[in-house]
Protein backbone atom coordinates (compact mmCIF):
# COMPACT_ATOMS: atom_id res chain seq x y z
CA UNK A 1 0.00 0.00 0.00
CA UNK A 2 1.46 3.44 -0.99
CA UNK A 3 2.59 5.84 1.82
CA UNK A 4 0.47 9.21 2.79
CA UNK A 5 2.86 10.81 0.72
CA UNK A 6 3.73 8.80 -2.25
CA UNK A 7 2.39 10.09 -5.65
CA UNK A 8 -0.03 7.50 -6.33
CA UNK A 9 -1.69 8.01 -2.94
CA UNK A 10 -1.57 11.45 -3.92
CA UNK A 11 -2.93 10.89 -7.13
CA UNK A 12 -5.42 8.79 -5.90
CA UNK A 13 -6.60 11.44 -3.67
CA UNK A 14 -6.92 14.05 -6.42
CA UNK A 15 -9.14 11.89 -8.31
CA UNK A 16 -11.63 11.47 -5.68
CA UNK A 17 -11.89 15.22 -5.38
CA UNK A 18 -10.35 14.89 -1.81
CA UNK A 19 -8.51 17.82 -0.27
CA UNK A 20 -5.15 18.38 -0.99
CA UNK A 21 -2.24 17.43 1.63
CA UNK A 22 0.91 19.56 2.21
CA UNK A 23 3.13 18.80 -0.96
CA UNK A 24 0.62 17.05 -2.67
CA UNK A 25 0.89 17.21 -6.77
CA UNK A 26 -2.28 17.61 -9.09
CA UNK A 27 -3.12 15.06 -11.54
CA UNK A 28 -1.05 16.26 -14.92
CA UNK A 29 -3.85 14.94 -16.88
CA UNK A 30 -6.81 16.57 -15.87
CA UNK A 31 -5.02 19.92 -15.61
CA UNK A 32 -4.06 19.46 -19.12
CA UNK A 33 -7.71 18.45 -20.36
CA UNK A 34 -9.47 21.23 -18.37
CA UNK A 35 -6.81 23.82 -20.22
CA UNK A 36 -7.50 22.16 -23.65
CA UNK A 37 -11.03 22.25 -23.53
CA UNK A 38 -10.88 25.86 -22.44
CA UNK A 39 -8.92 26.41 -25.06
CA UNK A 40 -11.68 25.32 -27.31
CA UNK A 41 -14.48 26.86 -25.39
CA UNK A 42 -12.70 30.01 -26.07
CA UNK A 43 -12.10 29.48 -30.08
CA UNK A 44 -15.59 28.42 -30.35
CA UNK A 45 -16.96 31.54 -29.07
CA UNK A 46 -14.44 33.91 -31.09
CA UNK A 47 -15.84 31.50 -34.06
CA UNK A 48 -19.35 32.43 -33.72
CA UNK A 49 -19.59 35.92 -35.32
CA UNK A 50 -17.73 34.49 -38.56
CA UNK A 51 -19.12 30.94 -39.06
CA UNK A 52 -21.67 32.19 -40.81
CA UNK A 53 -19.67 33.14 -43.58
CA UNK A 54 -18.25 30.08 -44.18
CA UNK A 55 -19.49 26.44 -44.58
CA UNK A 56 -15.89 24.92 -42.87
CA UNK A 57 -15.30 27.21 -39.89
CA UNK A 58 -18.95 26.57 -39.41
CA UNK A 59 -18.36 22.73 -39.53
CA UNK A 60 -15.45 22.65 -37.54
CA UNK A 61 -17.52 24.87 -34.87
CA UNK A 62 -20.06 22.25 -35.08
CA UNK A 63 -17.55 19.73 -33.59
CA UNK A 64 -16.01 21.41 -31.24
CA UNK A 65 -19.43 21.92 -30.19
CA UNK A 66 -20.10 18.30 -29.93
CA UNK A 67 -17.95 17.40 -27.09
CA UNK A 68 -15.73 20.70 -25.75
CA UNK A 69 -18.48 21.31 -23.14
CA UNK A 70 -19.45 17.43 -22.49
CA UNK A 71 -15.70 16.88 -21.74
CA UNK A 72 -15.72 19.69 -19.44
CA UNK A 73 -18.68 18.66 -17.79
CA UNK A 74 -17.22 15.07 -17.46
CA UNK A 75 -14.48 16.48 -15.44
CA UNK A 76 -16.42 19.09 -13.30
CA UNK A 77 -18.62 15.55 -12.41
CA UNK A 78 -15.74 13.10 -11.59
CA UNK A 79 -14.12 15.66 -8.96
CA UNK A 80 -17.68 16.15 -7.38
CA UNK A 81 -17.91 12.08 -6.25
CA UNK A 82 -16.91 13.25 -2.94
CA UNK A 83 -18.56 16.10 -2.36
CA UNK A 84 -21.41 15.81 0.54
CA UNK A 85 -23.60 18.13 2.46
CA UNK A 86 -21.01 18.68 4.90
CA UNK A 87 -20.50 22.38 6.01
CA UNK A 88 -17.11 22.91 4.69
CA UNK A 89 -17.68 21.70 1.35
CA UNK A 90 -21.28 23.50 0.95
CA UNK A 91 -18.99 26.76 1.85
CA UNK A 92 -16.89 26.13 -0.69
CA UNK A 93 -19.60 25.42 -3.15
CA UNK A 94 -21.12 28.70 -2.24
CA UNK A 95 -17.61 30.92 -2.88
CA UNK A 96 -16.45 29.03 -5.36
CA UNK A 97 -19.28 28.54 -7.71
CA UNK A 98 -22.21 30.76 -6.22
CA UNK A 99 -20.93 34.17 -5.71
CA UNK A 100 -19.29 33.87 -8.96
CA UNK A 101 -22.32 33.03 -10.69
CA UNK A 102 -23.62 36.59 -8.90
CA UNK A 103 -20.82 38.60 -9.74
CA UNK A 104 -20.46 37.97 -13.44
CA UNK A 105 -24.20 37.63 -14.11
CA UNK A 106 -24.29 40.65 -12.95
CA UNK A 107 -21.28 42.25 -14.81
CA UNK A 108 -22.21 40.32 -17.27
CA UNK A 109 -25.69 41.94 -17.94
CA UNK A 110 -24.34 45.41 -17.52
CA UNK A 111 -21.82 45.07 -19.83
CA UNK A 112 -24.39 44.03 -22.36
CA UNK A 113 -26.41 46.60 -21.45
CA UNK A 114 -24.09 49.70 -21.53
CA UNK A 115 -21.34 48.35 -24.22
CA UNK A 116 -24.03 47.43 -26.80
CA UNK A 117 -26.62 50.21 -25.95
CA UNK A 118 -29.24 47.76 -25.10
CA UNK A 119 -31.45 49.76 -21.94
CA UNK A 120 -33.86 47.00 -21.68
CA UNK A 121 -31.17 44.45 -20.37
CA UNK A 122 -31.96 43.77 -17.22
CA UNK A 123 -30.09 42.64 -14.39
CA UNK A 124 -31.42 38.99 -13.76
CA UNK A 125 -30.46 35.89 -11.14
CA UNK A 126 -32.87 34.30 -12.63
CA UNK A 127 -32.20 34.78 -16.44
CA UNK A 128 -28.41 33.65 -17.19
CA UNK A 129 -26.71 35.68 -20.07
CA UNK A 130 -24.23 34.08 -22.41
CA UNK A 131 -21.50 31.93 -20.70
CA UNK A 132 -22.46 32.24 -16.97
CA UNK A 133 -24.97 29.58 -17.48
CA UNK A 134 -22.36 27.13 -16.63
CA UNK A 135 -22.04 28.06 -13.03
CA UNK A 136 -25.97 27.90 -11.86
CA UNK A 137 -25.50 24.93 -13.62
CA UNK A 138 -22.88 23.35 -11.64
CA UNK A 139 -24.28 24.74 -8.62
CA UNK A 140 -27.56 22.67 -8.89
CA UNK A 141 -25.43 19.70 -10.46
CA UNK A 142 -23.68 19.25 -7.44
CA UNK A 143 -26.38 19.93 -4.68
CA UNK A 144 -28.13 16.76 -6.48
CA UNK A 145 -24.54 14.87 -6.15
CA UNK A 146 -25.63 13.16 -2.99
CA UNK A 147 -29.06 11.59 -4.93
CA UNK A 148 -27.43 10.38 -7.82
CA UNK A 149 -24.75 8.09 -5.48
CA UNK A 150 -28.14 7.12 -3.69
CA UNK A 151 -29.92 6.16 -6.75
CA UNK A 152 -29.59 2.19 -8.65
CA UNK A 153 -29.38 3.49 -12.17
CA UNK A 154 -28.08 7.42 -12.02
CA UNK A 155 -26.98 7.42 -15.42
CA UNK A 156 -30.47 5.64 -17.34
CA UNK A 157 -32.50 8.06 -14.68
CA UNK A 158 -30.35 11.18 -15.53
CA UNK A 159 -30.84 10.36 -19.45
CA UNK A 160 -34.49 10.28 -19.14
CA UNK A 161 -34.70 13.45 -17.50
CA UNK A 162 -32.63 15.15 -20.46
CA UNK A 163 -35.09 13.78 -22.92
CA UNK A 164 -38.16 14.90 -21.18
CA UNK A 165 -36.67 18.34 -20.85
CA UNK A 166 -36.21 17.94 -24.37
CA UNK A 167 -40.22 17.66 -24.95
CA UNK A 168 -41.29 20.72 -22.41
CA UNK A 169 -40.70 23.91 -23.69
CA UNK A 170 -42.87 25.30 -21.29
CA UNK A 171 -39.76 25.14 -18.78
CA UNK A 172 -38.53 28.63 -19.72
CA UNK A 173 -35.47 30.32 -19.53
CA UNK A 174 -35.67 30.47 -15.72
CA UNK A 175 -31.91 30.00 -14.60
CA UNK A 176 -31.47 28.29 -17.67
CA UNK A 177 -33.28 25.01 -17.01
CA UNK A 178 -32.71 23.43 -19.97
CA UNK A 179 -29.32 23.38 -20.54
CA UNK A 180 -29.24 22.29 -16.97
CA UNK A 181 -31.19 19.07 -17.12
CA UNK A 182 -30.14 18.12 -20.87
CA UNK A 183 -26.24 18.64 -19.94
CA UNK A 184 -27.40 16.41 -16.65
CA UNK A 185 -26.45 13.21 -18.06
CA UNK A 186 -22.84 14.22 -18.74
CA UNK A 187 -21.73 15.42 -15.20
CA UNK A 188 -23.87 12.15 -13.81
CA UNK A 189 -21.52 9.91 -16.05
CA UNK A 190 -18.72 11.98 -14.28
CA UNK A 191 -19.58 10.97 -10.98
CA UNK A 192 -20.24 7.41 -12.26
CA UNK A 193 -16.40 6.95 -13.86
CA UNK A 194 -13.35 6.24 -11.94
CA UNK A 195 -9.62 6.52 -12.72
CA UNK A 196 -9.26 3.62 -14.82
CA UNK A 197 -12.12 4.51 -16.85
CA UNK A 198 -9.73 7.62 -17.84
CA UNK A 199 -6.95 5.37 -18.30
CA UNK A 200 -8.58 3.14 -21.23
CA UNK A 201 -9.08 5.74 -23.54
CA UNK A 202 -5.41 7.37 -23.08
CA UNK A 203 -3.84 3.88 -25.25
CA UNK A 204 -1.65 4.62 -28.09
CA UNK A 205 -4.80 2.52 -29.89
CA UNK A 206 -7.54 4.84 -29.35
CA UNK A 207 -5.65 8.01 -30.34
CA UNK A 208 -5.04 5.84 -33.63
CA UNK A 209 -8.69 5.17 -33.93
CA UNK A 210 -9.39 8.77 -33.33
CA UNK A 211 -8.46 10.09 -36.28
CA UNK A 212 -10.03 8.87 -38.86
CA UNK A 213 -13.03 9.47 -36.23
CA UNK A 214 -12.46 13.03 -35.90
CA UNK A 215 -12.12 12.98 -39.93
CA UNK A 216 -15.11 11.31 -40.18
CA UNK A 217 -16.80 13.83 -37.88
CA UNK A 218 -15.40 16.91 -39.92
CA UNK A 219 -16.94 15.56 -43.11
CA UNK A 220 -20.31 14.69 -41.24
CA UNK A 221 -20.13 18.59 -39.56
CA UNK A 222 -19.74 20.01 -43.16
CA UNK A 223 -22.19 18.10 -44.71
CA UNK A 224 -24.83 18.84 -41.79
CA UNK A 225 -24.31 22.58 -41.98
CA UNK A 226 -26.77 23.68 -44.29
CA UNK A 227 -29.06 20.19 -43.09
CA UNK A 228 -29.25 20.64 -38.90
CA UNK A 229 -29.66 23.67 -36.46
CA UNK A 230 -26.77 23.93 -34.96
CA UNK A 231 -28.37 24.87 -31.75
CA UNK A 232 -29.17 21.04 -30.65
CA UNK A 233 -25.91 21.45 -30.04
CA UNK A 234 -26.33 24.15 -27.05
CA UNK A 235 -29.07 21.59 -25.44
CA UNK A 236 -31.10 25.35 -24.29
CA UNK A 237 -34.32 24.52 -26.24
CA UNK A 238 -37.06 22.12 -26.83
CA UNK A 239 -37.59 19.88 -29.59
CA UNK A 240 -40.32 22.48 -30.74
CA UNK A 241 -38.81 25.40 -30.22
CA UNK A 242 -36.73 24.32 -32.69
CA UNK A 243 -39.59 23.86 -34.97
CA UNK A 244 -38.69 19.94 -34.95
CA UNK A 245 -41.77 17.53 -33.62
CA UNK A 246 -41.43 16.65 -29.98
CA UNK A 247 -40.13 12.77 -30.22
CA UNK A 248 -37.49 14.36 -32.24
CA UNK A 249 -35.96 15.62 -29.30
CA UNK A 250 -35.57 12.15 -26.97
CA UNK A 251 -34.13 11.03 -30.17
CA UNK A 252 -31.56 13.72 -30.75
CA UNK A 253 -30.83 13.75 -26.99
CA UNK A 254 -30.04 10.43 -27.09
CA UNK A 255 -27.89 10.38 -30.56
CA UNK A 256 -25.70 13.10 -29.50
CA UNK A 257 -25.08 11.76 -25.72
CA UNK A 258 -23.78 8.82 -28.01
CA UNK A 259 -21.72 11.91 -30.23
CA UNK A 260 -20.31 13.55 -27.88
CA UNK A 261 -19.19 10.87 -25.82
CA UNK A 262 -17.05 9.29 -28.67
CA UNK A 263 -15.70 12.68 -29.57
CA UNK A 264 -14.66 13.35 -25.83
CA UNK A 265 -13.08 10.05 -25.65
CA UNK A 266 -11.21 10.49 -28.72
CA UNK A 267 -9.98 13.93 -27.40
CA UNK A 268 -9.24 12.61 -23.92
CA UNK A 269 -6.86 10.01 -25.66
CA UNK A 270 -4.99 12.79 -26.83
CA UNK A 271 -4.42 14.51 -23.34
CA UNK A 272 -1.11 14.41 -22.12
CA UNK A 273 -0.65 12.51 -19.26
CA UNK A 274 2.64 14.08 -18.15
CA UNK A 275 3.40 17.57 -17.10
CA UNK A 276 3.43 20.31 -20.14
CA UNK A 277 4.15 23.88 -20.04
CA UNK A 278 0.54 24.40 -19.77
CA UNK A 279 -0.26 22.08 -16.91
CA UNK A 280 -0.51 24.61 -14.20
CA UNK A 281 -3.00 26.38 -16.15
CA UNK A 282 -5.22 23.99 -15.30
CA UNK A 283 -6.08 25.34 -12.21
CA UNK A 284 -7.42 28.40 -13.51
CA UNK A 285 -9.60 27.42 -16.52
CA UNK A 286 -12.29 28.73 -14.47
CA UNK A 287 -10.77 32.40 -14.78
CA UNK A 288 -10.23 32.06 -18.65
CA UNK A 289 -13.89 30.86 -18.75
CA UNK A 290 -15.10 33.81 -17.10
CA UNK A 291 -13.39 36.83 -18.38
CA UNK A 292 -12.43 35.41 -21.88
CA UNK A 293 -16.15 35.97 -22.54
CA UNK A 294 -15.83 39.88 -22.25
CA UNK A 295 -13.24 40.17 -24.88
CA UNK A 296 -15.11 38.19 -27.43
CA UNK A 297 -18.63 40.54 -26.82
CA UNK A 298 -16.55 43.59 -26.79
CA UNK A 299 -15.53 42.11 -30.32
CA UNK A 300 -19.52 41.61 -30.83
CA UNK A 301 -20.27 45.16 -29.62
CA UNK A 302 -17.55 46.93 -31.43
CA UNK A 303 -17.28 45.74 -34.62
CA UNK A 304 -13.68 44.30 -34.64
CA UNK A 305 -15.45 41.06 -36.21
CA UNK A 306 -16.60 43.17 -38.96
CA UNK A 307 -13.55 43.34 -40.32
CA UNK A 308 -13.67 41.94 -44.07
CA UNK A 309 -9.88 40.17 -43.87
CA UNK A 310 -11.33 38.59 -40.45
CA UNK A 311 -13.94 36.63 -42.76
CA UNK A 312 -11.28 34.92 -44.80
CA UNK A 313 -9.56 31.66 -44.13
CA UNK A 314 -5.91 34.13 -42.98
CA UNK A 315 -8.14 35.96 -40.66
CA UNK A 316 -9.99 33.31 -39.24
CA UNK A 317 -7.10 31.25 -38.39
CA UNK A 318 -5.87 34.64 -37.10
CA UNK A 319 -8.59 34.65 -34.72
CA UNK A 320 -8.62 31.59 -33.50
CA UNK A 321 -5.04 32.03 -32.12
CA UNK A 322 -5.79 34.91 -30.32
CA UNK A 323 -8.57 33.37 -28.97
CA UNK A 324 -6.42 30.54 -27.64
CA UNK A 325 -3.41 32.53 -26.30
CA UNK A 326 -6.08 35.54 -24.61
CA UNK A 327 -7.01 32.77 -22.51
CA UNK A 328 -4.18 30.96 -22.05
CA UNK A 329 -3.42 34.62 -20.32
CA UNK A 330 -6.22 34.63 -18.55
CA UNK A 331 -5.86 31.03 -16.39
CA UNK A 332 -2.16 32.74 -15.42
CA UNK A 333 -1.22 33.16 -12.08
CA UNK A 334 -0.97 36.80 -12.16
CA UNK A 335 -5.09 37.08 -13.48
CA UNK A 336 -6.11 34.69 -10.74
CA UNK A 337 -4.30 37.10 -7.82
CA UNK A 338 -5.69 39.92 -9.72
CA UNK A 339 -9.51 38.05 -9.67
CA UNK A 340 -9.27 36.10 -6.90
CA UNK A 341 -11.66 38.40 -5.08
CA UNK A 342 -14.43 37.43 -7.38
CA UNK A 343 -13.72 34.08 -8.28
CA UNK A 344 -12.48 32.84 -4.90
CA UNK A 345 -13.82 34.84 -1.82
CA UNK A 346 -13.20 33.52 1.67
CA UNK A 347 -16.19 35.45 3.29
CA UNK A 348 -15.03 33.80 6.67
CA UNK A 349 -17.69 37.23 7.98
CA UNK A 350 -20.98 34.66 6.19
CA UNK A 351 -20.90 31.65 7.84
CA UNK A 352 -20.58 30.05 11.07
CA UNK A 353 -17.13 28.86 12.47
CA UNK A 354 -17.18 25.03 11.82
CA UNK A 355 -17.67 23.11 14.90
CA UNK A 356 -16.10 19.90 13.73
CA UNK A 357 -13.14 21.77 12.39
CA UNK A 358 -12.96 23.40 16.03
CA UNK A 359 -12.88 20.80 17.89
CA UNK A 360 -10.17 18.89 16.35
CA UNK A 361 -8.13 22.07 16.44
CA UNK A 362 -8.97 21.69 20.67
CA UNK A 363 -7.64 18.25 20.30
CA UNK A 364 -4.54 18.59 18.10
CA UNK A 365 -3.84 21.92 20.02
CA UNK A 366 -1.90 19.96 22.93
CA UNK A 367 -0.13 17.76 20.86
CA UNK A 368 0.90 20.52 18.82
CA UNK A 369 1.94 22.36 22.09
CA UNK A 370 4.09 19.26 23.16
CA UNK A 371 5.82 18.65 19.79
CA UNK A 372 7.25 22.57 20.13
Not at 15 to 33: E, L, S
Request: glycine share 6%; charged share 20%; net charge positive.
Amino acid sequence: MPSPRSPQSQQARAAQGQPARPGKQRDAFFDNAKYLAIVLVAMGHSWEPLKGDSRVLEGVYTVVYAFHMPAFIIISGFFSRSFDMRPDRLRRLVTGVLVPYVVFETAYSLFKRYGDHDPGMDVSLLDPWYLTWFLIALFVWRLTTPLWKTVRWPLPLALAVAMLASVSPDIGDDLDLQRVLQFLPYFVLGLCMKPEHFHRVRTRRVRMLSVPVFAAALAVGWWAVPRMNTAWFYHRDAAQNLGAPWWSGPVMTLALFGCSLLLTACFFAWVPRRRMWFTALGAGTLYGYLLHGFLVKAGDFYGWFDYGWMRRPLGEILVTLAAAAVVTVLCTRPVQRVFRFAMEPEMKWAFQPDSVEAARGRVNAPREKVSA
